[in-house]
């Protein structure tokens, strides 16, 4: 029988699976990066009630990890937005 935690673990291994699939065959543009955002939400939400039991965590730790989970989705969609400005920047700095 599989118990809660194999399900989610197999549901995670499918969302990355979804997402090399992703990168490989779909049209780099808004859409793919807004899914991807997607796929990181889903994917930290599921570690965060599944593995970490944030329910039962004090209101600070929760805070801070749902903050996690949906800061991490949005710096990809800046990062997609503006990595390119960033990177150049960054090289500038650097010379």
Request: proline share 1%; charged share 15%; glycine share 10%.
């Amino acid at each position: 029988m599989i118990g809660r935690a194999e399900k989610i673990w197999l549901l995670l291994a499918g969302l990355t699976l979804l997402g090399a699939w992703l990168a490989e065959t779909a049209e780099h543009g808004w859409l793919l990066a807004v899914t991807v955002a997607g796929v990181i939400v889903l994917k930290g939400r599921l570690v965060a009630v599944g593995y970490m039991e944030i329910g039962a965590a004090r209101a600070l730790i929760r805070r801070a990890v749902w903050g996690f989970v949906l800061a991490v989705p949005f710096l990809a969609l800046l990062d997609y937005r503006f990595g390119d400005v960033v990177a150049q920047y960054t090289r500038a700095a650097l010379h």
